[in-house]
C-alpha cells in the first residue's frame, strides 16, 4: 500500500517534461489512430489472408529503423524462418528476394539485409510454445539482447495447458494478464495476433466482414485486457491493394484514438506506403521516411 505523496516526484517529472511519448508507426495516416507505447501490448486480429503478419512485419521494421528498436518475434505464421527472413529483408532493401519482372536484390543486398536483421531480431522457437514459455524466453531476450518489442503471432498455434476445473474464459483472462505483466514490468510493446473465428457474410454484399475483438473465440477478455486493438481488412476483389486499419480500442488519449487508416500494400517487396498529396495536388506515396516512384 503506497501513499499518493510516494509518488510527487514521478507526478512532477511527468509535469516538467511531459508523459513517456509513444512513437510514431512511420505511417502518417496511421500516427493519426494508433502510436506505440513502450509498455502496453496491442492485439492484432483480422480475416485469415487480409495481412495481420505482413503489416505486423513491416510495423517493426519502421520501428526499428527510425527508433533503433530490437524485437523478439514468435511467429508460426512464418515457417520456416528462413522464408520470414526474406520477406523481412525485401521489407529493408526495398526489392524482391526472388526472380520476376522487377530486379532482385543481389548477394550484397542480401549480406547488408541479414546484418541489418541480426541487429535488430531474435527469432524465439521454443519445443512448446506456451503462453509461459514465450514470457521466459522473451525475459531472457530482454536482459541479453534489450528488446524493446515482443510479437507473438498467432495466439491459435500456441499450446495451452488449460487447468482441470477453469474455464476457457479463466483461462484466457490469467494468460493475457501474465502477457500484461511482462510487457508493463519489462518496459516491452508486446504485439498478440489472435484470429477471429469464421464469420458470415452479409447478404448484401460480397465482402468479407471486418472482425472485432468479440469475434474472437474464448472470451470478451480480448477486448478488455488489451490496452489497443486492431483490426487489419482487405477486399481481396479490389485491385488497387488498399488495406485498411482499423483502430478498435486505444486505452490512452496520447496514443491514439478509434477510427480507420487506409495505406497501400506493395506485393513485390511487401511494404506499405502512405498515399499523400503534394502542394500541387500530385498523389505520392510515401514509407520510411522517402517517397516511392
Sequence with gaps: VYRPADF????????THGPKPALSTGWKSVDEFYTVLPGEWTLVTGVPGHGKSEWLDALTINLAQQHGWRFGVYSAENMPVREHLEKLAEKVIGKPFGPGR???MTPTDIDRAM?????????????EPTPESLIEAATGLVKQFGI?????????????????????TQ?????LSKLRRFARSHDVHLWLVAHPRQLQRRKDSDKE?????????????WNNKADNIITVWRDRLDQTQDVEIHVQK?????????????IKYDR??????????????????????????
Excluded: C
Design 102 to 104: 522487377n530486379e532482385r
Design 171 to 175: 483461462y484466457i483472462s490469467e494468460m
Design 250 to 262: 486505444v486505452r490512452k488519449k496520447r496514443v491514439g484514438n478509434v477510427g480507420m487508416a487506409t
Design 209 to 221: 466482414p471486418v472482425p472485432t475483438p468479440y469475434e474472437i473465440s474464448g472470451s470478451a477478455n
Design 115 to 127: 546484418t541489418w536483421l541480426d541487429d535488430h531480431y531474435r527469432v524465439i522457437l521454443p519445443d
Design 268 to 293: 513485390i517487396t511487401g511494404r506499405y506506403f502512405d498515399q499523400m498529396r503534394d502542394e500541387s495536388g500530385r498523389v505520392y506515396e510515401y514509407s520510411h521516411g522517402r517517397a516511392a516512384a
Design 148 to 168: 524493446n518489442g515482443l510479437v507473438l503471432d498467432p495466439w491459435n498455434e500456441m499450446g495451452h495447458q488449460q487447468p482441470d476445473g477453469q474455464s476457457e
Design 8 to 15: 510527487m516526484i514521478e507526478v512532477m517529472d511527468d509535469y
